[in-house]
Every structure is written in structure tokens, then in C-alpha cells.
């Protein structure tokens, strides 16, 4: 009866062991997947940095508006919110169709469906 029972256990340390490398393969797929995001949302906020950069060169050469200037309107910019982060987030409004808050990075109104306006044209 012992060595029944050992081939019981060798069964269910095989199966212990095949179902630890299907979950090793799979982290390591989710990993490389996470990676290749990583690197492509870089690749995007580099390319946005250079069309920022193109953008302010061009209208400082044809105003007369200075790094200063730009600097002030980020700061008001960035105080919106009531948080001073280096980031635009949307924030809390009220739906125009049934008066409940909503955040304006909402598409519609999830009690009423109707669609949220948004306040800035950078706002998603």
C-alpha cells in the first residue's frame, strides 16, 4: 500500500509542477507584454515632448511671449485642480441631464447616460 501511495504523491507533485510552470509562463508573458506597453507609451511621450517643444519655439519666435509666460500659465494650469502635481487631471462637475456629480474624465453620465461636457479641450 506504501507504494501506492508514493504514486499518488509523485502524481500530485507533477501536477503541482506543471501548474506552476504554466503560471511561470504566464508572468513571464504578462511581463514582456508590460515591457513592450512601457516602451511604446515612452516612445509616445517623447514624441509629444518634441511637438510641445516645436509648437512653443515657433510661437515665442512669432509673439512676444517669453519662457517666463509659459512657465506662469502651467503653474495656473496645473493649480486647477487644487493640486499643484506637474499633471492635468480632470475633476468633479455636475452632470448637465440629471444634476449628479460626475468626473469629467467620464464620457457619460453613468446614472443617466448623457454625455459629460468637458471643460478643456485636453480633457479625456
Keep these: 500500500m506504501f507504494d501506492l501511495w508514493d504514486v499518488y504523491q509523485q502524481g500530485q507533485i507533477e ?4 501548474t506552476a510552470d504554466l503560471a511561470h509562463s504566464a508572468v513571464l508573458n504578462a511581463e514582456d507584454r508590460a515591457k513592450r506597453q512601457i516602451a511604446r507609451l515612452e516612445s509616445k511621450i517623447d514624441g509629444l515632448a518634441l511637438v510641445s517643444q ?4 515657433l510661437v515665442r519666435e512669432r509673439t512676444n511671449l517669453t519662457d517666463e509666460d509659459i512657465r ?6 496645473d493649480q486647477r485642480d487644487g493640486r499643484v502635481d ?4 480632470g475633476g ?3 452632470c ?5 456629480p ?3 474624465r467620464q464620457s457619460t453620465c453613468m446614472y443617466c447616460g448623457s454625455a459629460i461636457d468637458r471643460k478643456h479641450v485636453f480633457e479625456r
Design 15 to 18: 501536477s503541482a509542477s506543471a
Design 54 to 57: 516645436a509648437l512653443w519655439e
Design 72 to 77: 506662469a500659465k502651467m503653474s495656473e494650469i
Design 86 to 89: 506637474g499633471r492635468l487631471l
Design 92 to 94: 468633479p462637475t455636475a
Design 96 to 100: 448637465k441631464g440629471c444634476g449628479r
Design 102 to 104: 460626475v468626473h469629467s
